[in-house]
């Protein structure tokens, strides 16, 4: 009876099978997880793209850029370039997880903002889609908005200083929704996706 127990095969295809079955589970789903990570990322870059085009065609959320360009020295000095680092505005969700302006280098004007052109950046308007239509699933508090001096610019123009503008997303998470659950794969922080642009078209900046 044991002789026949070690020679039987029946039941083999089960068990290789349950084995195979948990391998290729695995597989598919993993592919699905990085599938849905590259589609966010490709989503990331696209809607910082759009923000930073958006951001240099609209309204600064920093109103202290009103003040850079209208000084009577700068004015004095229309169409010369901005030294580098000579200001810096970073607006965020990063101080008590409201809407601030931060000076983060030179010597800035005041750092008041306007939430509503924030949003229209974030939202976009009838005629133009904002960052959220391409990325639904992003935060307001993982987007930056930063109008820096970066010796590319100019005194002045007509409606105000003339500011490089970078739109990032930071921290933005990716959770392993199937790997999570087989493996116990925990969550990542996508890397900080970051457009850059000049603000010549930038709109009026005069109170």
């Known amino acids: 009876m044991l002789r026949r127990f070690l020679i039987d095969t029946a039941g083999a295809a089960m068990v290789e099978m349950s084995i195979v079955i948990v391998l290729l589970l695995t597989l598919v789903l993993g592919f699905v997880d990085f599938g849905y990570a590259f589609y966010q990322w490709n989503a990331a870059t696209k809607a910082v793209q759009v923000g930073a085009r958006l951001a240099s065609i609209s309204s600064p959320v920093a ?3 009103t003040a ?3 000084a009577p020295a700068n004015l004095a000095n229309a169409g010369a370039p901005v030294a580098a680092n000579t200001y810096g505005y970073a607006c965020d969700y990063t101080v008590g997880n409201a809407l601030a302006c931060r000076c983060t280098t030179g010597t800035c004007a005041n750092t008041t903002y306007s939430q509503a052109n924030f949003d229209l950046i974030l939202d976009g308007d009838a005629n133009r889609p904002g960052m959220l239509d391409f990325f639904p699933g992003l935060a307001r508090s993982e987007v930056r908005i930063e109008y820096i001096a970066t010796g590319l610019g100019f005194w002045t123009r007509p409606g105000g200083a003339v500011p490089t503008i970078r739109v990032s997303i930071v921290g933005h998470p990716f959770q392993f929704f199937f ?3 087989l ?24 109170p």
């Not at 794969?185 to 005069?206: H, Q, R, W, Y």
Request: hydrophobic share 40%.
């Open 63 to 65: 109103l202290g850029l």
């Open 68 to 70: 850079e360009a209208g």
């Open 179 to 181: 790997l999570g659950g």
């Open 183 to 206: 493996l116990g794969f925990a969550n990542l922080t996508m890397p900080s996706m970051i457009s850059t642009v000049t603000g010549e078209d930038l709109k009026s900046t005069a």
